[in-house]
């Protein structure tokens, strides 16, 4: 009941921004007194910090208001993508304190050295983050393939083309300190930050959220949750089958979407060859000088996409589709196809289709936040402050 | 509180068959007074039955068991398809009652007469249901189309050919005494049936149910409950497109599954022509014995569906793919090429391919259960009994 109680209030503030005892008790329907106390323990743990009774903009005399703290507790982030490792520190007020990011060519070095790597950088943003008064309250790790449900272990990694591994079991010990640890999918990652801070307001909770970093991935979101699946694998779009008898995929498969629309499908459509990790930002500038090969590549690739966003469309029926990751930065030149194919295809058009404005970020932000948003659900488990 | 209290009561029953008082307190964890006070209340609105101290079979004095009542409130489930309409009575205890069925064209009347009927044959199943003692606790409608979201209105059906239509209006005055209806989409109520009485045990929860009158349709069950979309309009797999650049479809797409592996398009494959309604059994008959062309037909159809499946597990992960209503008839022969294509195409073989018992009654008994579990979860609000 406490820990619920102390969870309405920081979610209070994270909703509606500063806010004085007096309008927290409004919004959690707790009596001042009770809020009084629950802010004094919030605040004695540097989760919360008083603003001071005369606040600009303000008329008549509102209370101190009481805001969320940009010390204490913060929710670190990593991603290991397929050519760059990237890490962060986000505070409760949501706002990225530090980032740092390599890039590293994952796709061929063993997991022990790019998680050796990825410790390395993890503990650089923790120290700067200290040096800043936060300190890590949890770690999630966004990897670019499934993770077994309710462990560390990733399970597969197409792209990487790793054994399975533990990254609980490799990453523990990298702080001086252990906090808990998280492994999830990017994908996935990628949607909660477009459902928590992608700006499409609270009303867009049905959506499909399409991501690429060489492979294709999606993440579906139902009624502002994560569809899992049974075995943790929903999501596959990369392996819809949009050309039935066409090209072998290397999953297998025949036709797969991955096969038109993938990262190294567009490049070799536009015969193109870019050193790995450069495929997407040579593809973009290349478009938007107007190349014709890259631009007829990428009409290709974003029809391909309407008919695997078609099937998509039949079964999920989602409010929409919103094209992030990596196809955010090409989405200008893949849309309008994949657009024509889905009208084409459905009477009428349910779905929007929506560019993420959070792109290639999505995934490392979602993990940050994911920490955070633990912090704000059962604010005080994260410790007592250090000092 | 008390509703809760009285429905778990129910409930313990319907999941557990005829149990003691104090077995009842057991399961829901309430004194035993307060479990006999329950108990008399249910057994005055005859919703349980006193089965008596000597049950044989019991050892010991195992306290009068009480039972779900075969008289009283039941649910009454109808069904309007596109060459039939089917009405039947199921009582607390699960059990079909009464059922009556005619074959109807429906495609070719207009929605006044064919509701006209269908209240006929309503009034047919709650007189006779009547006489044995039950009376309706609520009408549930299933409908060939996507039905708006808490309403009784018909958006489309798309082989009925009706314009939008409005049940809730149409059928108000059928029984002498109104009971709460609602109407729902048959692919969804065949799902739930699957879900509640298929037989799979308790385990199945995450799967698609895949069911053809005429048009492909399925629904997609998630930890239980049914995926509807943003819309309404999840689950339209006869449309999924099998080969993009294929047939024209009549929804105004191309290469729809529908054009594959529907009625007609199989019908037209073997070069075949049956009159409306028979269709499904003369294919049966034929492949039973032998027929090599209907054979081929299946054997193509079933491809089609494999495909469109392979993007369903791709997207969804499902535990299994349960094929239904007139599918479930064909299976023997359309579920061997599905099964194929989905190995060629899946890695591993996640998602079981499993053929529904209840087949084409699957929407019809969903419909009446639907009333029968309204009335576990709220026993007393179906009114006091009639005598």
Redesign the interface.
């Known amino acids: 009941m406490r820990q619920r109680n102390l969870s309405m209030v920081m979610r209070a503030i994270a909703d509606h921004g500063p806010l004085s005892r007096a309008r927290i008790a409004e919004h959690v329907g707790l009596t001042r007194a009770a809020v009084s106390t629950l802010v004094g323990e919030l605040a004695g743990a540097e989760l919360l910090v008083e603003l001071g009774r005369d606040r600009p903009g303000t008329v008549g005399r509102p209370g101190s208001a009481l805001a969320l703290s940009d010390r204490g507790p913060a929710g670190l982030g990593a991603e290991i993508g397929v050519d760059h490792l990237a890490v962060c520190a986000v505070d409760l007020r949501g706002e990225v304190r530090v980032k740092a990011e390599e890039s590293a060519p994952n796709r061929d070095s063993s997991p022990s050295l790019v998680l050796g790597r990825l410790a390395g950088l993890v503990r650089r943003v923790a120290d700067e983050a200290g040096a800043g008064g936060l300190r890590p309250a949890g770690l999630c790790v966004a990897v670019p393939g499934p993770v077994e449900r309710g462990s560390t272990r990733v399970v597969r990694t197409p792209n990487l083309g790793w054994p399975p591994v533990d990254l609980g079991d490799a990453l523990s010990g990298t702080l001086p300190e252990p906090v808990p640890m998280t492994v999830a999918n990017e994908a996935n990652l990628g949607a909660l930050a477009e459902l928590w801070i992608g700006g499409h307001g609270p009303g867009l909770t049905?959506f499909v959220h399409v991501s690429a970093e060489i492979g294709i991935g999606?993440a579906?979101v139902?009624d502002g949750e994560l569809?899992?699946?049974?075995?943790?694998?929903?999501?596959?779009?990369g392996?819809?089958?949009?050309?039935?008898e066409g090209l072998p995929c290397r999953?297998?498969?025949?036709g797969c979407l991955e096969q038109y629309a993938g990262e190294a499908a567009v490049l070799h459509a536009a015969g193109v060859v870019a050193p790995a990790g450069a495929g997407v930002e040579l593809l973009r500038r290349s478009a938007s000088d107007g190349d014709r090969a890259v631009l007829e590549a990428l009409c290709g690739a974003g029809s391909a996409l309407g008919?695997?966003l078609?099937?998509?469309v039949?079964?999920?029926?989602?409010?929409a589709v919103v094209l992030g990751g990596a196809l955010a930065e090409l989405a200008t030149w893949l849309a309008p196809a994949a657009e024509e194919e889905l009208r084409?295809?459905?009477?009428l058009p349910?779905?929007r289709l929506v560019v993420s404005r959070l792109g290639r970020s999505g995934p490392l932000l979602g993990a940050a936040h994911s920490v955070v948003r633990a912090v704000l659900d059962d604010p005080l488990a994260s410790g007592a402050p250090a000092g």
């Open positions: 049905d999606a579906v139902v569809l899992r699946g049974a075995h943790g694998f929903a999501g596959e779009l392996h819809v089958p949009v050309r039935p999953c297998g498969g025949r008919i695997a078609t099937a998509t039949q079964l999920l029926d989602p409010q084409r295809r459905l009477q349910r779905s």
